[in-house]
């Protein structure tokens, strides 16, 4: 049983790494546009990305003073990663690490952010990552979670077609726990370029501080 499940989970690492082993970057390098937003209001600190992919995010924090430490189970993607940072001037102000975050364990009320973005796992698997990473958050800092929400399977563009690792923010609400003061839990819309036009990514948004 256990080697059944470390084999699947060895076998998704697998399958990110093929999806990011292609030249290009396979998502764009620009900021999320909920990051961009929802962090104007911030002092920069310390942050800590999870599943930060091709580190679009943290080296977008990082322009902006932020001391990052970026981490992914993708070597491939990390490997993209400090090429992006490198390229970017900002290779001193991110720490990247390849780790899965099923077993990572951030320090208790380090970072002044905690980031994760578009992090589907199975929901049994992401409740504990979450708690995780509500631990990290430093007194006075802030949790932000963007992700593909459920409604986007059938009303939205794009995004995982699995329903069993999709979530909504009353989800993520209720596996924060209540050390966290909820700012905002609800879905927002993305609207996206593609070949057919403009269409409209449905994502589930969470923004919580720590008091
Ligand atoms: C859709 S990408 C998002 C990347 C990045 N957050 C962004 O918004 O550009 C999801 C990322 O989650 C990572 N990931 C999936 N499962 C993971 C796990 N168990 N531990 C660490 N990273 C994981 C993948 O390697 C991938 O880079």
Redesign the pocket.
Known sequence: MERDKSDSENA?RRE?NRRYAVKDFV?TVEA?RFLVAETADLRPGRALDL????A??AVWLAERGWAVRA????DV?IEKARRLAAARNVADKVAFEV????SYEPEAGRFELVLM???H?PWADLVPVLARAARAVAPGGTFLLVAHDSANLKRGHGGPQRPDVLYTADLVVEALGRELAIEKAGTVERPVETDDGIRVAIDCLVRARRP
């Open positions: 998704e990110w998502w999320n599943a930060a992919g091709e679009r995010n981490i992914d189970f993708s993607a780790a899965d975050l099923r973005m578009y992090l796992l």
